[in-house]
Nanobody
Framework: QVQLVESGGGLVQAGGSLRLSCAAS????????MGWFRQAPGKEREFVAG????????YYADSVKGRFTISRDNANNTVSLQMSSLKSEDTAVYYC???????????????????????WGQGTQVTVSA
């Protein structure tokens, strides 16, 4: 069983920045592809960003491209999401997730599909005030 724990959420003014982190209990952290999703009240969970096992491939939702950056540190079993130029519409609970797919290629279709992820964190709240 893999445990994922997010941290770094909080309240920030529009235009500000936050850095989310996700710590994994998996000792073989380099195995899974990792993703960030978010869910706002009354809305479905949506894809934010994904990163491949090696960190060499990244994907972003159009709504965050150019503002958010996903990265990972396999030596320390963490994945991060640096968020800048935050907008009120970024307000949501943010979740990290791990995909242990056997494919050697991390396709965008996999990255963006929450059903393809095997483990999820408990979420961290991000609130952006106007």
């Amino acid at each position: 069983q893999v445990q994922l724990v997010e941290s770094g959420g909080g309240l920030v003014q529009a235009g500000g920045s936050l850095r989310l982190s996700c710590a994994a209990s998996d000792r073989t952290f380099s195995n899974p592809n990792m993703g960030w999703f978010r869910q706002a009240p009354g809305k479905e969970r949506e894809f934010v960003a994904g990163i491949s096992r090696s960190g060499g491939t990244t994907y972003y939702a159009d709504s965050v491209k150019g503002r958010f950056t996903i990265s990972r540190d396999n030596a320390n079993n963490t994945v991060s999401l640096q968020m800048s130029s935050l907008k009120s519409e970024d307000t949501a609970v943010y979740y990290c997730a791990a995909n242990y797919g056997y494919s050697t290629t991390y396709y965008r279709s996999t990255a963006a599909n929450p059903a393809r992820y095997d483990y999820w964190g408990q979420g961290t709240q991000v609130t952006v005030s106007a």
